[in-house]
């Protein structure tokens, strides 16, 4: 899978994501104003999976016509420390999930 790590998360949760291909947004030039501009901007560089902080998108939903799973993680949770322990959990929402779905860590 290749991997977009929202500019909330910390870049070094990417090395944590080994074997897949993990960016951080910073990184690779998207910072981007809101959630929409960076769903927009990942799916078209190709990623199939999106990390983003976010408390207020609901799990389930999907975004019509898109072909990258957003996986939503909450902004209280978005320290490295609390990050790895979750990696699996993280991993494997974003494997079972339909393109175009959001899934929530809870």
Not at 52 to 65: E, I, Q, T, W
Not at 75 to 96: D, F, V, Y
């Amino acid at each position: 899978m290749k991997i977009l790590l929202d500019y909330d998360l910390p870049a070094d949760f990417r090395f944590c994501l080994s074997p897949h291909d993990a960016d951080a947004a910073d990184w690779v030039g998207l910072r981007m104003r809101s959630d929409e501009q960076l769903i927009r901007a990942a799916e078209d560089r190709g990623y199939d999976v999106l990390l983003l902080v976010d408390d207020g998108m609901p799990s389930g939903s999907f975004l019509p016509g898109r072909q990258l799973v957003v996986v939503t993680i909450p902004k209280a949770k978005a320290r490295l420390s609390l990050l790895i322990p979750m990696k699996e959990a993280i991993l494997n929402k974003a494997e079972l999930a339909a393109a175009g779905e959001t899934v929530a860590i809870d």
